[in-house]
C-alpha cells in the first residue's frame, strides 16, 4: 500500500476544527454548492458527491473517535484521484488555541507511479484544509 500525508497547523481551536470535519454529512465547507446526498447515519453512512452529469463519488463512513479526534473513510466508488483501494484518516490535534490537521490516506495507484497519484492527493488536500480552515474562521 501507498500512502499520501498533509499536516497543517491551522490558526483555529481544535474544538471548533473537529467539530466541522467529525460531522460526516455537513458539506458546507465545500464551495460551490456541491450536489451531496447522504444515506444513513454513523459509521456506515455514505455522502454521495456528483463529479459532473453521470459521475457520482460514492464515499463511506468508517469509524468516528471522539476521544482521539480521528474520522476515518473509504471511497469505494469513483475516486476522484488515479487509485483504488482508498482509505483516509482525518486527524485533528490540539496546538496551544491552534490545532494540527493531519490527512492521510493509504491506496494502491491505478495507472501512475506511487509519487504521482501521492502528489495528487497531498495536492488536493492542501486545496481542501484551505476550505475548511476558512468555514471554520467563518463561525462553521
Same mark, same amino acid.
Given at each position: /500500500?501507498?500512502?499520501?500525508?498533509? !499536516? $497543517?497547523?491551522?490558526?483555529v481551536p481544535a474544538?471548533? &476544527?473537529? +467539530?466541522?470535519?467529525?460531522?460526516?454529512?455537513?458539506?458546507?465547507? /465545500?464551495? *460551490? @454548492?456541491?450536489?451531496? !446526498?447522504?444515506?444513513?447515519? @454513523?459509521?456506515?453512512?455514505? $455522502?454521495?458527491? %456528483?463529479?459532473?452529469?453521470?459521475?457520482?463519488?460514492?464515499?463511506?463512513?468508517?469509524?468516528?473517535?471522539? +476521544?482521539?479526534? !480521528? &474520522?476515518?473513510? !473509504?471511497?469505494?466508488?469513483n475516486v476522484p484521484?488515479?487509485?483504488?483501494?482508498?482509505?483516509?484518516?482525518? $486527524?485533528?490535534?490540539?496546538? *496551544?488555541?491552534?490545532?494540527?490537521?493531519?490527512?492521510?490516506?493509504?491506496?494502491?495507484?491505478?495507472?501512475?507511479?506511487?509519487?504521482?497519484?501521492?502528489? %495528487?492527493?497531498?495536492?488536493?488536500? *492542501?486545496?481542501?484544509? @484551505?476550505?475548511? $480552515?476558512? +468555514?471554520?474562521?467563518?463561525?462553521?
Amino acid at each position: /500500500m501507498a500512502t499520501a500525508r498533509v !499536516t $497543517r497547523e491551522l490558526d483555529v481551536p481544535a474544538a471548533a &476544527l473537529w +467539530r466541522l470535519v467529525s460531522s460526516f454529512g455537513d458539506t458546507s465547507w /465545500m464551495p *460551490g @454548492g456541491a450536489q451531496v !446526498t447522504l444515506h444513513g447515519s @454513523g459509521p456506515g453512512m455514505e $455522502r454521495r458527491i %456528483a463529479a459532473g452529469p453521470d459521475k457520482v463519488i460514492r464515499e463511506r463512513l468508517e469509524s468516528v473517535d471522539e +476521544r482521539s479526534r !480521528t &474520522l476515518v473513510y !473509504t471511497i469505494p466508488e469513483n475516486v476522484p484521484f488515479p487509485v483504488k483501494d482508498y482509505r483516509a484518516t482525518l $486527524r485533528v490535534r490540539e496546538k *496551544g488555541a491552534a490545532s494540527e490537521l493531519d490527512w492521510s490516506a493509504s491506496f494502491e495507484p491505478d495507472g501512475v507511479s506511487e509519487a504521482q497519484a501521492a502528489q %495528487a492527493i497531498e495536492g488536493m488536500y *492542501g486545496v481542501m484544509v @484551505g476550505w475548511i $480552515r476558512d +468555514r471554520v474562521k467563518a463561525g462553521g
